[in-house]
């Protein structure tokens, strides 16, 4: 039967364990993979702008030696020029795998139901998996193991934040996060993992091995930035703040950021920045994904 990868939930701790190793072997051995895809071909469907995500998926197969087809929003208009399901059952006749990016999580749900072939969440409003798969593997590589280690997420409650709560809990990482009232993240799924809510962003980093932020307007809010911004200025990761956590405490972004709204440009610019090799990570571990989804 084909796995799809829309959820963190949907995996096992050991299955996250299996990619990361494959990660691992990727990253140092990358000639060792370049024909384990030959012949599988990869769509792409975005109904939002990228660029680490789309371009490390390209470039992933193409290092695996598949292939990849980009459909930008209007070139399928997914649900307006037909349905999910059509797309769905039409692009199952000719790839092998789908990646989706929406604005419905729903969307994602419906693909997946009418797909014969594996889908995966290039991020929606409500998860962004590969991202967390991402952050989470980075901070393995940079602290040798994730027991022990306590990660403070401050900002929005959004998709990133989503994704993060539920794979630091089967990763068994300590995550606290601060969002302000009425940005605080789902509480559903706040409720399955063991992570702290905090509503003062200082009292969240205190004794954190690693601050991570996001943009306060996510993709589709543009609208509301103005009334975010108010909302979340106490929550910016600046200066300051990195002094309440623990010295040399690293610093994470998932990418775009908006320099001087929640990161300050010296914090995400400064010496404990791991935020490329966080967007780097983002193509070995989705490698790893594409390759226990497609490898049969
Ligand atoms: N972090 C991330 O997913 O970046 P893009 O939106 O550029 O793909
Ligand atoms: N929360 C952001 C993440 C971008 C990678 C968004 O959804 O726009």
Not at 18 to 46: P, S, W, Y
Not at 121 to 139: F, K, R
Not at 140 to 160: C, M, P, R, W
Not at 193 to 202: E, M, P, R
Request: charged letters at 30%; aromatic letters at 6%.
């Amino acid at each position: 039967m084909k796995k799809d990868f829309i959820t963190i939930k949907d995996l096992t701790k050991k299955e996250i364990e299996d990619i990361f190793k494959l990660t691992g072997q990727l990253k140092k051995h990358k000639a060792k993979f370049n024909r384990v895809l030959t012949g599988k071909t990869l769509a792409l469907i975005f109904q939002k702008p990228s660029n680490r995500t789309r371009v490390s998926f390209e470039v992933g197969m193409c290092q695996l030696g598949g292939n990849s087809i980009y459909l930008a929003p209007h070139e399928i208009d997914l649900g307006v020029r037909e349905s999910i399901r059509d797309a769905a059952m039409t692009l199952s006749r000719y790839v092998d795998a789908i990646a989706l990016r929406t604005f419905k999580h729903d969307d994602i749900l419906e693909m997946a139901k009418y797909s014969a072939v594996p889908v995966i969440n290039g991020l929606s409003d409500i998860e962004h998996p590969c991202q967390a798969m991402a952050d989470v593997y980075t901070i393995k590589e940079k602290f040798g193991k994730l027991k022990g280690i306590t990660l403070a997420y401050v900002g929005d409650g959004n998709n990133v934040c989503s994704s993060l709560l539920r794979a630091c809990a089967k990763c068994d990482l300590r995550l606290n996060v601060a969002a302000p009232k009425g940005y605080e993240p789902d509480n559903s799924i706040l409720k399955e993992t063991s992570a702290n809510l905090f509503y003062n962003s200082s009292e969240a980093v205190k004794g954190a091995d690693v601050i991570y932020t996001d943009v306060w307007a996510s993709m589709g809010q543009e609208k509301e930035a103005e009334i975010r911004k108010k909302a979340f200025k106490d929550f910016q990761v600046n200066r300051e703040l990195v002094k309440s956590a623990k010295k040399d405490c690293l610093i994470m972004h998932c990418l775009p950021a908006h320099r001087d709204e929640e990161i300050t440009a010296d914090v995400i610019d400064g010496a404990n920045s791991i935020v490329f090799d966080q967007a780097e990570n983002r193509l070995h571990v989705q490698k790893a994904i594409l390759i226990k989804l497609l490898e049969r």
